[in-house]
């Protein structure tokens, strides 16, 4: 359900779902889940404008990455973000924000488990005429890990500190394609245990095109980082290469693809935890999508997916097939 209401200078947007989940083989594994997302575009004045939101999403921990599948385990992630732009003349914008976000668990999880983090951001934006614009941003973070493992306890930490300077940027090329850059460096230290530290560059780079009117075509190149503890990795790194081209085939169909390549490199042993081989996967994934809209309230859409995933530690290769049904009403 969502409602989505306009009163003057403020804009309000509520959603929400209850999904039902029922496995047929596995029983035990079925959950009810509640998600929301509540947004509050405000603006004081044209000049001064921002949003206040806050979301919840809850799912079933990913069996690729958590190899126990005897036990149900829901991780509900919530965030709550104020940000605000205000204009400083001419081309220029100041940007603020703070933010808290949490995940936890069910059931403790070693590799990523329930952490809350508080943070700021401070940033300026420049405009074109053009329509081009150009942002730096600059985060900091304090977070706490909760509900940590206790078994191994010593080599994991209780809190840590994280930052973030970003450059981003919006080219539009032609009238046909536009151009979306973001670069950033991430560092997370972990006070008292050094060893758990990660930093390096992050960020993403996305070409859109539309070369007709029926055709278009969105190309990702991008990179993460992220904590994954155990006693033989601290952190992630994600190389995600994504190109999704769409037709519109009539006016009320269109056939939509995607294809992406992961390549995920794990490291950050503890001291003499190290393996031979630091664990990597690779990961493809190709998706069909086929929707249909025969009336503006009515939408239904097909979709069949394929993942192959190859890892050179054992335990970790894995595929997957998948077909979901969808529709939607809307009045």
Not at 60 to 89: C, H, P, Q, V
Not at 152 to 164: G, N, R
Not at 252 to 258: F, G, I, K
């Amino acid at each position: 359900m969502s409602l989505d209401k306009s009163y003057s200078l403020q804009h309000f947007l509520l959603t929400g779902s209850f999904v039902d989940y029922q496995y047929q083989t596995y029983s035990y594994l079925s959950f009810n889940a509640v998600n929301y997302a509540a947004t509050w575009d405000w603006s004081a004045t044209p000049w001064l404008h921002g949003k206040l939101s806050t979301t919840q999403q809850q799912d079933l921990n990913n069996f690729s990455d958590y190899r126990d599948s005897r036990e149900r385990n829901i991780r509900t992630t919530k965030t709550t973000l104020f940000d605000a732009e205000g204009n400083l003349g001419a081309a220029w914008r100041l940007l603020g924000a703070v933010e808290q976000a949490s995940r936890s668990n069910d059931l403790p999880v070693e590799e990523e488990g329930d952490d809350r983090v508080n943070s700021y951001t401070l940033g300026l934006r420049y405009i074109y005429r053009s329509g081009s614009t150009f942002t730096y941003r600059m985060r900091n973070g304090k977070g706490d890990y909760l509900n940590r493992v206790q078994t191994i306890q010593s080599v994991l930490p209780s809190h840590y500190d994280e930052q973030m300077h970003e450059l981003s940027a919006l080219l539009p090329l032609s009238g046909k394609s536009n151009l979306q850059v973001r670069l950033a460096h991430i560092e997370r230290t972990h006070p008292l245990l050094y060893v758990r530290n990660f930093s390096g560059p992050v960020g993403d780079i996305t070409f859109n095109w539309t070369p007709t009117g029926k055709l278009s075509v969105a190309t990702v190149l991008g990179r993460t980082l992220a904590p994954y503890q155990t006693d033989t990795t601290s952190y992630v790194n994600r190389d995600n290469l994504s190109i999704s081209p769409a037709w519109r085939l009539t006016a009320h169909t269109s056939l939509r693809a995607t294809y992406t390549r992961t390549n995920e490199q794990y490291g950050g042993a503890l001291p003499g935890r190290a393996l031979a081989t630091d664990r990597q996967d690779k990961l493809d994934a190709i998706q069909l999508g086929l929707d249909w809209r025969p009336r503006p309230t009515i939408a239904l859409s097909l979709s069949v997916q394929n993942i192959n995933n190859k890892s050179n530690t054992a335990g970790y290769d894995y595929k997957t097939q998948g077909a979901t049904v969808s529709g939607q009403l809307t009045f």
